[in-house]
């Protein structure tokens, strides 16, 4: 086969235009003219543009048809991509065993192949989620420091301010604050320099939750009405789900009863239309603590 098949695709993928990547991968597949590693590399180009644009379960089918069409003779890079895209998906999909496995496998690829330092970065990030759905909060914190410290090298300082609050998160859980409290200052400094919204509302949240750790209920109230304000830049459902969490936390331990089911009624509702399960559980918990007293 003359030149490259592929270029207009890989052309796609490289810029960011996810939708018209896939949609060639796709034609180039759906044409029958692509045999063994054009075949495969088609539909790895189909599913790295198909988790690009969130299509989790979409991007799994693609990923392993692209395993069977390559095969193991395929190109070590390609492979490890594969691992990459089938174990990071699986995480997101709340299927923690399925990413470790995938995961695992490519970082053993990892020091005999010639990988972006990039997609290392995402493996433990994705690692880190997959153990954070299984509560195994001290690996999961040690995963996204390794990320954020990759992520940092390589002037990726946006997602190592949210690989850092990923790992604060996981010192909450782990019953460690303080050591959550360094994180959070560690993400706060490329905040104040960037004034990203969604990074803000991400640090007011978490800011809230180490008030309220260290006592300070007056400071996690009045941070989580920041979280509040109607048309808040950066604010969205999974930052108001957690910050009535918080808030119905505080209220709970000034025992105000009405209050603090009033904030988990509201918690569970935002952490439904966010889809965040992990928010979901810890609403439910609560509701189910106020119900017992």
Known sequence: ???????????????????????????????????????????????????????????????????????????????????????????????????????????ERVPSTSVPAGWVASAHRHLGLALRQQRA???????????????????QEREQASAQLDSAWCLFMAGQPEEAALRIEQAGEYGLRSQDPELTADLLCHKALLCRHRGDLAGAAALCQEVFIPGKPGVGAEQQALAAWIAGECALDLVRREEAEFFANLALSHALAAGRPSLMNLAGDLRRRLLAK
């Open 137 to 155: 909060w001290r690996q999961a914190s040690a995963e996204f420091d390794l990320a954020a410290e990759l992520l940092g090298a390589a002037g």
């Open 1 to 107: 086969m003359p030149g490259n098949p592929l270029k207009q695709a890989e052309e796609h993928l490289a810029t960011g235009a996810y939708v018209q990547a896939r949609r060639e991968a796709e034609r180039l597949i759906a044409s029958g003219g692509l045999r063994g590693e054009y075949l495969g590399r088609a539909y790895a180009l189909a599913a790295q543009a198909a988790f690009a644009l969130r299509d989790c379960f979409g991007s799994v089918r693609l990923a392993e048809k692209a395993l069977a069409a390559a095969g193991e003779a395929a190109n070590p890079e390609i492979l490890a991509g594969l691992q990459l895209i089938l174990g990071s998906a699986y995480a997101a999909l709340g299927d923690p065993h399925q990413a470790r496995q995938h995961l695992g496998a490519f970082l």
